[in-house]
Nanobody
Framework: QVQLVESGGGLVQSGGSLRLSCAAS????????MGWYRQAPGKQRELVAA???????NYLDSVKGRFTISRDNAKNLVYLQMNSLKPEDTAVYYC????????????????WGQGTQVTVSS
């Protein structure tokens, strides 16, 4: 079993910054991609940013230039540095680990964290 634990959410004023962290633990041999998703009330969950084990990144258009995702492969950690936050960034942010294997020949399984609330006041 694999657990993802997020931290770093909170309340911040518009224009402020927050750094989210996510730690994956358990039976882990490899993790393909790690990412951050968010879900605002009444809206669908959307991909904010993702990073592969090789370091390739992908961002939601509305956060490009403001958010930066990074990853520590050795420690199974992923971070999301969020700058110039806007009220529309308010949401629950979820960490996702994709295609997690507990051994070379095992199938990959996706896991989600429990979510952390980010609230940006105007």
């Amino acid at each position: 079993q694999v657990q993802l634990v997020e931290s770093g959410g909170g309340l911040v004023q518009s224009g402020g910054s927050l750094r989210l962290s996510c730690a994956a633990s358990g039976s882990i041999f490899s993790i393909d991609a790690m990412g951050w998703y968010r879900q605002a009330p009444g809206k669908q969950r959307e991909l904010v940013a993702a990073v592969t084990s090789g370091g390739s990144t992908n961002y939601l258009d509305s956060v490009k230039g403001r958010f930066t995702i990074s990853r520590d492969n050795a420690k199974n950690l992923v971070y999301l540095q969020m700058n110039s936050l806007k009220p529309e960034d308010t949401a629950v942010y979820y960490c996702k680990a994709e295609r997690v294997k507990k051994g070379r020949w095992y199938p990959g399984i996706d896991y989600w964290g429990q979510g952390t609330q980010v609230t940006v006041s105007s």
